[in-house]
């Protein structure tokens, strides 16, 4: 069993930045992704990253968001910069121990997930 654990969220004005962390715990991790949701609306994609670095990026974060992680650390992060009131949400860290490539992108592949953590950008 594997357990993920987020941190790192807060209240920042537009703007600015903020860093993410996520530890697995239980047993190495294959893939790592971030998602968002706002009440009502669907989880969305934000990004992912495989154990070899491969990353990926939806377009509203391609350019002010950067995956990255630590393997011998189970850790992944996510540097939020140049943020807008519309990425208020909650941020959920994903993990799974698959490792093959296109598996990275549906988040029905990451059975592991993190209780979330609230980011809020106020205008």
């Known amino acids: 069993q594997v357990h993920v654990v987020e941190s790192g969220g807060g209240l920042v004005q537009e703007g600015g930045s903020l860093r993410l962390s996520c530890v697995a715990s239980?047993?190495?991790?294959?893939?790592m992704a971030w998602y968002r949701q706002v009440p009502g609306k669907q989880r969305e994609l934000v990004a992912a990253?495989?154990?070899?670095?491969?990353?990926d990026y939806s377009d509203f974060a391609q350019g002010r968001f950067t995956i990255s992680r630590d393997n011998a650390k189970n850790t992944a992060w996510l540097q939020m910069n140049n943020l807008k009131p519309e990425d208020t949400a909650v941020y959920y860290c994903?993990?799974?121990?698959?490792?093959?490539?296109?598996?990275?992108?549906?988040?029905?592949?990451?059975?592991?997930w993190g209780q979330g953590t609230q980011v809020t950008v106020s205008s």
């Open positions: 994903a993990a799974t121990i698959r490792r093959f490539p296109s598996s990275r992108l549906d988040s029905r592949n990451y059975p592991y």
């Open positions: 239980g047993r190495s991790v294959g893939h």
């Open positions: 990253i495989t154990s070899g670095g491969l990353t």
